[in-house]
């Protein structure tokens, strides 16, 4: 496989766009990702699906439904291929200049894998109330993997993010709020999907190198994927600004990061966990050194070595109940 390095000259976000990312909260971007990176990402993901011994790989539809849909949560931070695209692909310095950002640290990744047929829709949610960390200057680039229309693509409900509203988290799974968030301190997500004439949805027709950046308080969803014959895989990571706080929710209603950071309340999150990737000056990019060398592998798919150590961080920390909770959304 080869392997796409990063441009000395990368994509520059046209303004309307950035304009429309900060009126409506969402704006899909044509045609920033090059065929390089997104073969890449294809190559990857088909390897992550075929291992059989892959733990992490979480499956979503239920036993007797058609279809599957599946996820894995942190990928860059256990495959070299992964974090290779973090670290050297155009999404810090996309994600940055959606935000209107002076620097961009990384937060995490989602794998998400709709085949055809399959009639799970992802239920309407907001991500923010899901992660310790509070800000306006955080989002997320979701990225297809295959060409995606209109009728499977992302569903937003356009100026979400201006509500001034964050709504309370809850299990994907039966629908049930977090513990801790059962006295009623943060509403429940409204009925949209029952009373979409209410809203003005946006969804898109995509190709291969168009992403969509969203500001992570939207309100969104996902269809089913009806197609017999396409399948909808695609990468999402997400990023953060210089105004991103680490806010660890009370009591039970734990967020990600589902592991320990040397990181203080209302504090900034840049640390090893969460590293600056933009721009490569920035004094933080030598204060908590990245690398995007890969290596000298067949596969670009062996675990790092500190993934183990995380793991184990994890377990102690939370059940492999609670991490599935919190990681499917």
């Not at 058609?66 to 996309?94: N, T, W």
């Not at 200049?97 to 998400?112: E, G, I, K, P």
Request: hydrophobic letters at 35%; charged letters at 25%; aromatic letters at 12%.
């Amino acid at each position: 496989m080869t392997i796409p390095q990063g441009s000395a000259d990368p994509p520059v976000v046209p303004p309307d766009a950035i304009a429309e990312y900060q009126r409506d909260g969402v704006a899909c971007l044509r045609q920033l990702f090059s065929t390089e990176w997104i073969e890449h990402l294809q190559t990857a993901v088909d390897e992550v699906l075929r291992d059989e011994r892959n733990e992490d790989l979480e499956v979503y539809t239920p036993k007797g439904e058609a279809g599957r849909f599946c996820g894995e949560m942190d990928c860059s931070r256990k495959y070299p291929a992964f974090q290779h695209f973090v670290l050297a692909s155009p999404a810090a310095f996309i994600a940055a200049q959606v935000m209107r950002a002076d620097r961009c640290n990384f937060f995490y990744d989602f794998l998400f894998v709709k085949e055809p047929n399959t009639a799970q829709r992802t239920v309407w949610h907001q991500d923010l109330p899901y992660w310790a960390v509070h800000g306006d200057q955080i989002c997320s680039i979701w990225l297809p993997l295959d060409p995606v229309p209109q009728s499977t693509c992302l569903e937003f409900v356009r100026g979400s993010h201006k509500w001034g509203k964050a709504f309370a988290p809850f299990r994907f799974a039966d629908g049930q709020v977090y513990p801790g968030m059962e006295n009623g301190l943060l509403p429940r997500v409204p009925d949209i999907e029952n009373n979409r004439g209410d809203y003005d949805i946006l969804s898109y027709d995509m190709q291969l190198g168009d992403c969509l950046v969203f500001n992570a308080k939207m309100l969104h969803s996902a269809p089913p994927n009806a197609s017999h014959t396409l399948r909808r895989r695609a990468f999402s990571t997400r990023w953060m600004g210089e105004d991103a706080r680490f806010d660890l929710p009370a009591g039970e209603a734990r967020g990600y990061p589902n592991f320990d950071v040397a990181l203080c309340q209302g504090g900034e999150m840049t640390c090893k966990a969460f590293p600056v990737v933009w721009p490569p000056s920035h004094p933080d990019v030598t204060k908590y050194p990245v690398s995007s060398s890969l290596p000298k592998t067949a596969s670009l798919l062996q675990p790092f070595d500190g993934y183990l150590e995380l793991r184990k961080r994890q377990a102690l920390k939370y059940s492999q109940k609670e991490q599935k909770e919190m990681g499917m959304h």
